[in-house]
């Protein structure tokens, strides 16, 4: 009995042709990109150079297949990008590609000349700060070695002076006193009781003053006639 075989396409097959293609495409893209890295070594290498490049896409490169300009533009930026350059793209076919940003990294971490500037400032703040140390260390041991005398609460401060033992003291000298125990040994004094003072409602008005109240004299003199009133100037 004859079998029949069953026809199969592997859907792998079908993209055999246009994988090739897309290599070829691949390689025309790279090739482009090689000629954007030689341009920015040869543009960094000149004196007084600025840190960009001014780059326009070929729309076709001679033995190599048409290009796709949109999908070449798009793989070149995803590149460029992802090597840290800085891409700005200007329709059609220009690129705006920068380093300017990696200058500071280089003076900073690569600059030999930065670099012995930086140790020598690092030299010169370990020298200060070890002076600092010093000098804290020698500042807390004198006043360790600093004796304080802790008086007691309210004793009045009195001169030291040493006598002899033939000599007298003088009598304010003789036994320090506290502001306190003076107080407290001060003589209290009994005062003697005396008459109270005298009250308001007790004071007695002399007879005089209340006539004089109740029934005031008049002391306006009455002319006797006009003449009198006007009186002789």
């Not at 600059?111 to 930086?118: D, E, F, G, K, R």
């Not at 609460?153 to 003789?174: D, E, I, L, Y």
């Not at 107080?183 to 209340?210: C, H, K, Q």
Request: charged share 20%; with cysteine; glycine share 4%.
């Amino acid at each position: 009995m004859n079998t029949i075989e069953t026809p199969q396409l592997n859907p792998l097959e079908l993209y055999d042709k246009r994988t090739s293609k897309d290599v070829g495409r691949l390689r025309a893209y790279n090739k482009i990109l090689e000629q954007i890295y030689n341009r920015i070594r040869v543009m960094s290498k000149l004196p007084n150079s600025q840190c960009y490049l001014l780059y326009t896409v070929p729309q076709f490169i001679f033995g190599l297949p048409k290009l796709d300009m949109e999908d070449m533009i798009v793989y070149l930026i995803y590149q460029l990008r992802h090597a840290k350059y800085e891409i700005r793209y200007t329709p059609p076919n220009m690129l705006y590609i920068s380093w300017a940003h990696h200058e500071r990294s280089y003076l900073v971490e690569k600059s030999p000349i930065m670099q012995a500037m930086l140790e020598s400032a690092e030299k010169t703040q370990a020298e200060i700060e070890r002076k600092e140390k010093e000098a804290a260390r020698l500042i807390v041991g004198k006043k360790s070695q600093q004796k304080v005398k802790m008086n007691t609460p309210g004793q009045m401060q009195r001169p030291s002076v040493h006598w002899g033992a033939s000599s007298q003291r003088p009598f304010s000298q003789q036994q320090p006193r506290s502001a306190i125990s003076t107080i407290l040994n001060r003589p209290m004094s009994n005062p003697t009781a005396g008459p109270p003072p005298p009250s308001a409602a007790d004071y007695v008005p002399p007879s005089a003053f209340l006539q004089n109240m109740t029934q005031p004299k008049n002391t306006i003199v009455q002319p006797r006639s006009v003449p009198d009133y006007f009186g002789t100037f």
